[in-house]
């Protein structure tokens, strides 16, 4: 069986740091890729960051990128998203998900085959 478990979220003030954890179990890192998304209250859901399985290439959207950075410990089944000078608008529901691929990683939420229940960020004084 395939599981995911985000873990690391809470609350925060403006500028401040956060670390998500995302461990896995039932799927292979070196064949799936994984991305980070997050969804406010009202909103879609939001691709942030991805990792690519075969060379750990990543990518950030541009609302993130030079303050978030995904990386992975495939010892540890674990792909963390270090978050930076955190703002009110970072604030929703994190998720990360899994991509069954050896291509480049993507951050379109239907390119994934598995997700994990989510956990909540929020950003504010």
């Known amino acids: 069986q395939v599981h995911l478990v985000e873990s690391g979220g809470g609350l925060v003030p403006p500028g401040g740091s956060l670390r998500l954890s995302c461990t896995v179990s039932?799927?292979?890192?070196?064949?799936?890729?994984i991305g980070w998304f997050r969804q406010a209250p009202g909103a879609e859901r939001e691709g942030v960051s991805c990792i690519s399985s075969s060379d750990g290439r990543s990518y950030n959207t541009d609302s993130v990128k030079g303050r978030f950075a995904i990386s992975r410990d495939k010892a540890k089944n674990t792909i963390y998203l270090q978050m930076n000078s955190l703002q009110p608008e970072d604030t929703g529901n994190y998720s990360c998900a899994a991509q069954l691929s050896l291509k480049m990683c993507t951050v379109v939420p239907q390119d994934h085959n598995y997700w994990g229940p989510g956990i909540q960020v929020t950003v504010s004084s």
């Open positions: 039932g799927v292979h890192l070196d064949y799936y890729n």
